[in-house]
């Protein structure tokens, strides 16, 4: 399956559910990850800190390589100037690499340096681009990459720990940005990070983002998989509320 074709099925598929790993147990995540397989989940999602960047520190391409999965690895890199290790998360097996704009002064070269990587899980593939934007940068600092994008997350918190509250403000931030990307004439998946719960996920994909990401509402409890499922079925339904009054892209 080529870039295009992964980009366009998640397109028609969505909204997906990108289960955020960081928050599952680790004493028990084989199970927890397969407990999300089973509920269809299709993407994992690895929240990369480096202390720098954000204040928490996370893990690094070793604990992204040791998951063994069929999902796709949706690696979030929160760390600074990530064009120094980006190779060695896509060696690691990540499907979508995501950058912040605010991470490094030449976001273009990292993004124009993965889009020459071959992707270790599937060669035809290819490994998408992604950048993300926290809550206080302007959407405007995407648009001058949408050549070299597949994807572009709005993070609803501010990065550095889960549990956190969605910022009100992302909602016009989500329905701005998925008209910015109709704009672009490209085909650039949108997703949403942060804040979300079984209480407002209906009412965010509603706006229109092809992936949610959602760690601790997912990891909480349990029973993973029951709560993925419970997640995804309301993500649906908020999905298809908001194509009928014409919210998604």
Same mark, same amino acid.
């Given at each position: ?11 028609? $598929? =969505? ?21 999300? %397989? ?9 929240? *990369? ?8 520190? $996370?893990?690094?391409?070793?604990? *992204?390589?040791?998951?063994? $999965? ?9 760390? =600074? %100037?990530?064009? =120094? ?30 889009? %020459?990587? %071959? ?21 405007? &600092? ?8 597949? &994807?572009?997350?709005?993070? &609803? ?17 989500? $329905? ?53 499922? &419970? ?6 339904? @908020? @999905? ?10």
């Amino acid at each position: 399956m080529s870039r295009n074709d992964t980009i366009a099925q998640l397109h028609d $598929t =969505a909204p997906h559910i990108t289960a955020g790993v960081a928050s599952a147990d680790v004493m028990n995540l084989g199970a927890a990850i397969r407990s999300v %397989e089973q509920a269809g989940v299709r993407l994992l999602h690895f929240d *990369v800190m480096d202390g720098r960047f954000c204040p928490a520190l $996370t893990f690094g391409p070793a604990f *992204v390589k040791g998951v063994r $999965t069929r999902l796709l690895k949706d690696v979030h890199l929160m760390i =600074a %100037e990530p064009e =120094a290790v980006v190779a060695d998360y896509v060696q690691a097996g990540a499907d979508l690499v995501i950058v912040h704009v605010e991470s490094t002064r030449h976001v273009h070269r990292c993004l124009q340096a993965l889009g %020459e990587m %071959e992707n270790v899980n599937d060669p035809a593939r290819g490994v998408l681009r992604g950048v993300a934007l926290n809550p206080g940068t302007p959407l405007e &600092a995407a648009a001058p990459l949408m050549d070299d994008l597949d &994807a572009v997350f709005l993070l &609803a918190v501010n990065p550095g720990w889960g549990g956190q509250a969605f910022i009100p403000a992302t909602g016009e931030r989500l $329905t701005r940005l998925a008209d910015m990307v109709r704009r672009s004439g490209r085909d650039i998946l949108v997703g949403i990070d942060g804040g979300i719960t079984q209480v407002n996920i209906a009412e965010v994909a509603a706006l229109g983002p092809d992936i949610i990401v959602a760690g601790s509402a997912v990891f909480k409890g349990d029973d993973p998989g029951a709560n993925a499922r &419970a997640l995804a079925d309301a993500a649906r339904r @908020g @999905g298809q509320s908001g194509q009928s009054a014409g919210a998604r892209p």
